[in-house]
């Protein structure tokens, strides 16, 4: 893994310098070394695809020129075969089609002098990915679009890169699956994990068992064979792989509705597809034999559509007790010295292995399967790492690994958490590093829905993207946010709602009145990490909608951080400026409350966040008294004390997300 | 045909006469008699399904309730069986389920008083309807949401209420599609006219030919037959029928292209998917038997996927080129005594109208097919009344007919402009008027994508609908837009983008910078209507995306739209606070040049819209001076002259409207 060199060659000037310094390149590539001089773009701009010429860089240079006329406005049209007569822009060559699997050749060179553009890649994946970093360079000056002279290597860290989406909780359209790949593939990511059924629903057509998604899921929420066979081609244009997962032998609701035989609770025992989130008790019987037998007839036909070589059988959260309470399983165990569940579910993975590895597919499981009695042909995705357990236990102990630990993007922690936690532990052996093929991002669903899953998603885990992508010593958190914003103005130009979607929220949300106020807040709450905005999974249905202030309000509240910046800075050198800028926003949060409880009263569904709203103000009033130099008294320091209390209090399933900061200015 | 009768029933004091006024019903119902009294809602407002309980209205009724919760912060939930144990809040009775035909009853009485709500339906698509009608009825004073007490007594003036989708031009996926279907049903539209083959593609699935679709579309853009199955469904549960299109003998290329042995031209030609918008020659020939055998072919296996009597043939804009050059049909227009084009063009129709009937269907063709030895079984879809033409012709003659003169919605005329026509002639005779089974806007999709269909269809067309439900004399233009403005909002609430992709598109425009100078310029500025945005089909080619100023722009610019009627009000009354207001705006625009131009410095894609910027900016400053009593020298009045000239032109595709109104102030 090379390290990131970043040049600057300073020859001509500050402007192009300044530029330079500008861009926002996420991930960050290997090498990085920008030259003097621009390579302009008029509406002759062009593309020449020489040496391999297939239908995914067709369709990638396709659009590549789309993106480029929204951005500059100009139309570029060619005709499909990209082949230029006279001087071509852009001339794309690569040696051959690689191939979607893992550790194939992803790298590219990407050349942009001031007479031309090219780029040199072994595989048409690292050609696509030379497209994705070119389109981040598109720079802007007095006389117009430019791309900046560079000289960029690059090559992933990592061949595993990905992003799991979670129909099963709530549905996804193929669209809204579409636009998620299409954001995949502008951060370099190369897996999606797609976790087809859960114990709310079995969201794939089956022509063997059509019970299966009928049901397995309410009002018609399945994929089509057809539906899978268009999400597959899509994601293989854009470099991008498809793992499926049928979840098992827990999460398995669905399966045992439809085969409640193959169930391990004894007697009369209804399975009834859940609609709130949780973990639940309905398991299969790994003691029969006719769980594996219409385990392989699904998995087959599922398999079938997917043309990656790993399947991801789930695994996880089986907690037993129907286990537990099935004499019948118990006696199987004593017989077959399974000393306990964990022995028993490796006995049902193993089994599980034996068929998946039939159908000439290798397995992955969460990391609940691992034991040292499971096979070393199975790939452990590793998650869990509390309570003693070591995530990286079953990479020690010999198995390929996949990470995602620290990637839970459903928790809602800020990007930075997520970007400074890398895939490998550095004091594990050479050996067990090797074995971790990458990571992966989980979007687990139980909040999500095809409304608000854009600004679930991103644009936090282009972060998460640039982890598993750029080295490892790519850490500086200020720079990563400094990108993110730029990348976040990308992702929307390409298409994402993760902005106008928030702003759908607050105008529903007000009623028709003027939004500005609502907005004032929500860009400083942040929705309740971890699980506590749902307790228990008992707070919110699964058919509720989402569409509250909780779903208006983000990650990296963007006030909230401005802010957060501004007082460290401020704390440390007294800056005017800072001191400037803080008692502008002061004023406003202050100030806020009165505009927005108008907007409150005629739409009382905000009355969720009056009290955040109040409490904003009080806290930002003390804190201008604070740097006004107001005498402090025993009794100003109590009533502070207590505003800066009720400001961390929750509101609308929110929190503020700068109360430290305007703790800190308090107590100056 | 009733009348409207609005009775406002003053017992109870201000506040509930006051929101009664305020209701946003749209379409305006036949019969509304606002009582005292408000049906409040908790956390136990129930729904109790007796009657008919069919899977429409379960249907039905659940999204009823994920709306009500978007609306109010609750969740709802109930079991599927709507059977409810204690006290419900709402009981639907339907009498017996609606057929998607024709004529079918779709009336329905809605009934709240403070004891609770009932409807009551002939049909569940009345019921339905209701349900529509009940959402836009939710209030909220001091002390929450509740529904206001009244009686509706409802039915439609015409039984054919339609929108026209041309996924032929710029392809819509499925999820675009049913975000229209579900507006449609919250406006009363029950007809999705689907617009599947033009020149540009053929966009469903044929098992039969599969070319059709795969050399008909490129990037994979047509439906699946299991698509078309999904897209069907849906719409009947919302009471939507789904007419097919497959235009011919022009505008099928796609056919052509995969049969050109039934092309009217001669010798060798290769026929090529049209990329650019226009009229264009190929054209079916109709002296080939061949031509028959095929389209019986594609016609029967297409209207298979349609449940619905009524099958569109398309019919128009043959120019009759590749005919009149083809000597084989010129001798046999001679032979068979068929005088001229449109003669010929008939034989065609009544030879495809026998292939029609003979699946059982009844045929429908745009009013070129209209033609006296015409068989009068067919349906006239009446779109032309320019040039001597008669839009009614086929009607006087006897024909059924559906009117689109006046409802094409791609013409980006203002509301108003569509709503001041009535599809029916009051001049016509009582057997032509009963002819006129209804009516449609057609949105044709030369510059309208998936990205903008939304903003380009509504709010707007939810005036058209108010003309094909409501009573002839609901004509009120200003209390249209009044509930206008308030029915964007309900469809933002359901899910439409029609604003929020506009901010999106604002953003990306505005490359990172502010977007708050380029809103107050997009909120006065229209896309250039009629065909003037687009010369000759040849400015904007079909590849572009569409994400420019004219498109984040709309019909019923709505800052121009307040200013006008500001205007209209002062100059009736000098009025002061109108003067207030007018001032207000006009500082606004003055002063927004100078906010906007670094905005464009950083965004040269914006440089289309700099003298726009520039233009409303002076202009705006004369009319200021005008307001201050500037004493108006003929050097002033001949500069602000020039001011308002240049104020008129376009700028990005798009022009100032609220010109007139300026100038009527700079001429005061």
Known sequence: MKKAIIIFLMVFGFQSILNAQELALMPLPQSLEINEGKFRIDRNFNIQIEG?????????????????DDRTGFFFYQNNDFK????????????????????????????????????????????????????????????????PAMKIEDSPR???RGLMLDPARHFLSVSAVKKQLDAMASMKMNVMHFHLSDNQGFRIESKLYPQLHQLGSSRGEFYTQDDIKDIVAYAALRGIRVIPEIDVPGHATPILKVFPEIGSHTGDYEYVLETWSGVFDPTLDPTNEKTYEILKD???EVSALFPDEYFHIGGDENEGHHWDANENIQAFMKQNGLEDNSALQTYFSNRVLEIVEGMGKKMVGWDEIYNPKLSKKAIVHG????????????????????????YYIDLMHNADVHYLVDPVDPELSPKAKELIIGAEA????????????????????????ERFWSAEDVRDVEDMYRRLDRVSLYLEQD?????????????????????????????????????????????????????????????DAPDARKFNYLVKDYMKTGDAIAEKEIRSYLKTWEA??????????????????????????????????????????????????LAVANARKQGGRTELAMVDSLELLINK
């Open 52 to 68: 391999l010429e297939n239908e995914r860089l067709i369709n990638g240079s396709y659009r590549f020129l789309r993106r480029l």
């Open 84 to 147: 230029v007569d006279t001087a071509s822009s852009l001339v794309i060559q690569a040696q051959r089609e690689g191939e979607l699997k893992i550790h194939e050749d992803e790298s590219y060179t990407l050349l942009i002098d001031t007479l031309g553009i090219s780029i040199n890649a072994p595989t048409d994946l690292g050609a696509m990915y030379a497209l994705e970093t070119l389109v981040q360079t598109l720079s802007v000056d007095e006389d117009g679009y430019y791309f």
């Open 158 to 160: 990592f061949t595993w």
């Open 298 to 300: 699904i998995f087959t």
């Open 383 to 406: 998650w869990r790492d509390w309570e003693g357990l070591d995530v990286y236990a079953a990479a020690k102990d010999g198995y390929e690994m996949i990470i995602s630990e620290g």
């Open 442 to 465: 989980p979007m687990w669903s139980e909040l999500v829905t095809e409304f608000n899953i854009d600004s679930r998603i991103w644009p936090r885990t282009a972060a998460i993207a």
């Open 495 to 555: 298409g994402l709602a993760h902005n106008s979607s928030r702003e759908s929220i607050m105008k529903s949300l007000s009623n028709g009145e003027d939004i500005a106020p609502l907005r004032n807040l929500v860009n400083v709450a942040e929705p309740m990490k971890v699980y506590t905005r749902n307790p228990g999974g008992k707070m919110n249905h699964n058919y509720y909608t989402f569409k509250k202030f909780a779903d208006a309000a983000t990650a």
């Open 592 to 641: 806020n409350h009165e505009q927005l409880l108008p907007v409150i009263q005629q739409s009382p569904i905000l009355g969720e966040i009056k009290e955040l709203s109040e409490n904003l103000s009080i806290v930002s009033q003390y804190a201008i008294e604070s740097l006004n130099g107001v005498n402090k008294t025993d009794s100003w320091k109590r009533k502070a004390s």
